[in-house]
C-alpha cells in the first residue's frame, strides 16, 4: 500500500513524494491541539489529510466533525457553528446545539473558509484565537477544546490580497500550514495512487481488475485538474465498463488520452498529426474504424493518411 520509504504515511509512493514532508510536518503537532491549515486544490485530499491528522492523534476515539462552508448558505452558517438558546430569534423554540459543541475534545474541520464572509469571519478569529464562543443569543462564553483544521482549496494569503478575507484570522491559521501538491506535480506517483485506488473499487465492486502497464503512459502525460477525485472516478468508470480483467488504456476516458507535447521539441503540425495517429492507432490495437471515430476522421481519409506518413 505504501512505499517502504515511509510505511505508515497513506498515499505515499513515491520516496521522494512531496507528501512526505507534509506528514512530517503534522507528526510533530500530532500530540496538541494545534490549529492546522491545509491548502491543496479540489480534489487533492485535504478531507482526507485531516482525517488521517484526527485519527492519528490521542483523541482519535472522540468526535471528528466537518462544517463545510461551501455548501452551507451564509445565513444558516452561525447557527450551525455556534447553536442557539432557546428564543434566540423568531422561531427558535428549543434550543440547539452547534458543531462546535459536538466538536468537544475532538476535531473540527473548517472546510472552504474562505467561503465565510466577513462578518462571521470576525466570530471565527475569536474561536480561533480565544478558542471561545457565545451561542446565539446566550450570554455566557463557551471554551472551545478542540484542534481546528481549515482546509482551502485557494490560496488563504492570496484571498487575503483579494480582500475576501481578513488578514488577522489568516494569521492566526497560518502557524501550521500544509499544502497537498497537485497530481501534476508527482507524475512518479500518479500510477501508485491509481493502483491503491483500484484496489478499494475492486472491493466496493468485487471485481478484481488489473491495470495494463499501458496506462502508465496516459496517466504521466494527463494533468488531472481534478486531482485524486477525477483520477478516482476516471478509474471507477473503467472497472464498470471494462469487459475484461485488465484496464487498458482504451478504457480510461478519452478526456485523459492527450497527445504528448514537449516544448523543447517543437514539431510541425504534420509531426503533430502523425504522432498522434501512430498513437491511437497503438491504443486501439490497429483497429481503423475505432480509430478514425477517436480522430474524428472517415476511415477512407485514416487510410490515405496512414499512406502519407508511411503507416503501412
Ligand atoms: N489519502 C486518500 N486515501 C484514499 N482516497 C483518497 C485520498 N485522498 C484523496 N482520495 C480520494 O479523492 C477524493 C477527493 O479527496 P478529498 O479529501 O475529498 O479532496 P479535497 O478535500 O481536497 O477536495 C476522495 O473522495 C477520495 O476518493
Ligand atoms: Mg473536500
Not at 501508485?192 to 466496493?204: C, F
Not at 475505432?290 to 508511411?310: D, M, N
Amino acid at each position: 500500500m505504501s512505499s517502504s520509504a515511509a510505511p505508515h504515511y497513506p498515499f505515499v509512493f513515491a520516496a521522494d513524494s512531496p507528501m512526505i514532508a507534509v506528514y512530517r510536518t503534522l507528526e510533530r503537532v500530532l500530540e496538541n491541539t494545534t490549529t492546522v491549515l491545509i491548502e491543496g486544490e479540489s480534489g487533492t485530499g485535504k478531507d482526507a489529510l485531516a482525517q488521517w491528522l484526527h485519527f492519528q492523534s490521542p483523541w482519535r476515539d472522540n468526535p471528528y466533525i466537518k462544517i463545510d462552508f461551501a455548501s452551507l448558505p451564509d445565513d444558516l452558517v452561525e447557527s450551525e457553528l455556534f447553536g442557539y438558546e432557546r428564543g434566540a430569534f423568531t422561531g427558535a423554540v428549543n434550543s440547539k446545539v452547534g458543531k462546535l459543541d459536538l466538536a468537544q475534545n475532538g476535531t473540527v474541520v473548517f472546510d472552504e473558509i474562505v467561503n465565510v464572509d466577513l462578518n462571521v469571519q470576525a466570530k471565527l478569529l475569536n474561536v480561533v484565537e480565544a478558542k471561545q464562543y457565545y451561542r446565539l443569543g446566550g450570554t455566557r462564553p463557551i471554551e472551545l477544546d478542540c484542534r481546528i483544521v481549515a482546509l482551502s482549496s485557494i490560496s488563504l494569503s492570496r484571498a487575503v490580497e483579494r480582500q475576501i478575507f481578513r488578514q488577522d484570522l489568516f494569521f492566526r491559521l497560518n502557524l501550521i500550514t500544509v499544502r497537498i501538491p497537485p497530481l501534476r506535480d508527482r507524475k512518479s506517483e500518479v500510477l501508485g495512487i491509481a493502483e491503491y485506488l483500484m484496489g478499494q473499487l475492486e472491493k466496493k465492486y468485487r471485481k478484481a481488475m488489473h491495470i495494463h502497464p499501458d496506462c502508465k503512459a496516459v496517466l504521466e502525460t494527463y494533468d488531472f485538474p481534478g486531482n485524486v477525485r477525477e483520477l478516482r472516478n476516471g478509474f471507477e468508470r473503467a472497472l464498470l465498463l471494462s469487459a475484461g480483467r485488465d484496464i487498458t488504456p482504451e478504457a480510461l476516458p478519452s478526456s485523459w488520452q492527450t497527445p504528448r507535447l514537449s516544448s523543447s521539441k517543437m514539431m510541425s503540425l504534420d509531426d503533430v498529426e502523425k504522432e498522434y495517429i501512430v498513437e491511437v492507432l497503438r491504443q486501439t490495437r490497429g483497429k481503423k474504424v475505432k480509430a478514425a471515430k477517436i480522430l474524428g476522421i472517415s476511415r477512407k481519409t485514416l487510410l490515405e493518411k496512414r499512406k502519407k506518413y508511411g503507416l503501412d
